[in-house]
């Protein structure tokens, strides 16, 4: 089944860009494209599409106030913020306001489908967002990727996902809307599940084994 997209972004060529991409995957039909927010309701509404990438900063109407308007609007659909740089507070201000997680723009096809196939399937997909250089000491952390480890819920990966992005535990429950002891005791079934002891170790253990 072809997935409609919609697409919003101000710059010509990273919808190009993306644009080339998706057609690439032989599964996407970008059903409209618009250089800001204040088409969304209407493209919505005309297309019906199944997904949309959202740039977070544009003229006129940037993508945080086009979420917000989705949902005073009650406007239902799994939707991706494109950002340029890793802009913390207005990324968890989207979370907040009903976006399943957000990418780079220089994204890769792969990343890119990944992506819209898990927000379509209702789950949340955020870019982990770890430094190489602590990547690359992921061996001094003693961390055995051959090991069996205990299945981690559909809540526990979004968490881990929000962790490994660099948000706290507050802010990880006011994203998700849940009380912060919740998502503390999320974390502490999440490090005895990766039998790990922090936070560090159990998003790098995560990587290690493609669980996020």
Request: aromatic letters at 2%; proline letters at 2%; hydrophobic letters at 45%.
């Amino acid at each position: 089944m072809t997935i409609k997209l919609l697409l919003v972004d101000d710059q010509n060529l990273v919808k190009m860009g993306i644009c080339s991409l998706l057609e690439l995957s032989g599964r996407i039909s970008v059903v409209a494209q618009l250089d800001n927010g204040l088409g969304v309701i209407d493209a919505i509404e005309s297309h019906q599409p199944d997904v949309m990438l959202l740039d977070i900063r544009m003229p006129k109407m940037n993508g945080i106030e086009v979420l917000a308007k989705m949902k005073e609007l009650d406007v239902l659909l799994p939707t991706i913020i494109l950002t340029t740089f890793d802009e913390h507070d207005l990324v968890l201000e989207s979370i907040k306001l009903g976006a399943k997680g957000y990418l780079r723009k220089d994204v890769s096809l792969d990343s890119l489908m990944s992506a819209i196939d898990t927000v379509i399937a209702g789950d949340m997909c955020i870019q982990p967002g770890i430094t190489n250089q602590v990547i690359e000491n992921v061996s001094s952390l003693g961390i055995d990727d051959k090991e069996e480890l205990e299945a981690l819920s559909n809540g526990e990966v979004q968490v881990l996902r929000l962790a490994a992005a660099g948000y706290s535990n507050n802010e990880i429950a006011e994203a998700m809307h849940k009380s912060s002891g919740t998502v503390r005791n999320q974390m502490s079934f999440i490090l005895a599940k990766l039998q790990v002891r922090d936070r560090t170790r159990a998003v790098l253990k995560a990587i290690e084994h493609g669980l996020i």
